[in-house]
Structures are given as structure tokens and as C-alpha cells.
């Protein structure tokens, strides 16, 4: 599945240093890549605010975590977040998953976090 990208500079005089990005299908290790290369010249400048749309999201890899992982790092630097919003159940869980285990290594590989990721992604997309 395709990744759908929109970037949104807020007008907001208030917000100006705001960020909203739109993320729409799947955000995996195909994707991922067109994702930080759309990020790059925005973390490049002065944004210390950048949010992530998430509605459309239907799937999140390890590599999509990376990406966001990246981004949150870079904006902390400067005094600036990275904030998440509208989560799909699935992509939710992930994050869940992630928070719970803060800096544990428990899976043996990339492949196998994104195997497992993938099936506990899919529970949700296939009604189970």
C-alpha cells in the first residue's frame, strides 16, 4: 500500500513554528524513505512543533517508527515536540506496544518486530 504525504505550514500567527503532516496507507520500509526525504527541509529550519495526522494510517512499521523517532529527536534538540494525532486502533497499539517497552530489545531482528507488528495491526483491520 502506497503512502499519501501532505505537509500543512500553519498561517497561525501564533503557530507559526507548527508543522502538520498528513500521513495516509501504510508508512513501512518501501515508504518510509519519500517520508524522511519530506521531512528533511523541514527539520532543517526553525519548526519547533510538528504534528502528525494520523487518521488515514492504516499500517506502521519499524521504519515508520524510525522516521518519527528521528524527527522527535531533532525537534527536542531545539526545544520542540513532536505530537501524534488521531490514531487508528491499530497504529494506537503500536505505540502502546513501543511505550511499554522503553529500550528493551525483545525481538531477535527487524523482521521479526515487524512480523509481530504486522499481526497484531492486522487483528484490528480484519475485525478479529
Known amino acids: 500500500m502506497p503512502l499519501e504525504i501532505k505537509i500543512k505550514q500553519s498561517l497561525d500567527a501564533a503557530n507559526r513554528g507548527a508543522v502538520t503532516v498528513e500521513l495516509a496507507g501504510s508508512l513501512d520500509t518501501a515508504t518510509a524513505p519519500e517520508l524522511e526525504r519530506q521531512l528533511a527541509p523541514i527539520l532543517d529550519t526553525a519548526v519547533t512543533d510538528l504534528i502528525f495526522d494520523l487518521a488515514d494510517l492504516k499500517f506502521l512499521s519499524s521504519a515508520g517508527l ?3 523517532a528521528t524527527a522527535r529527536k531533532r525537534l527536542k534538540e531545539r526545544g520542540g515536540q513532536a ?6 486502533p491499530q497504529i494506537h ?3 502502546e506496544i513501543i511505550k511499554a517497552l522503553p529500550g528493551i530489545g525483545v525481538f531477535k531482528s527487524l523482521a521479526e518486530m515487524d512480523d509481530y507488528l504486522t499481526a497484531r495491526q ?3 483491520t480484519e475485525g478479529s
Open 122 to 124: 492486522r487483528r484490528h
Open 66 to 68: 524510525r522516521v518519527f
Open 93 to 95: 497499539e503500536v505505540f
Open 83 to 88: 505530537s501524534f494525532i488521531h490514531m487508528q
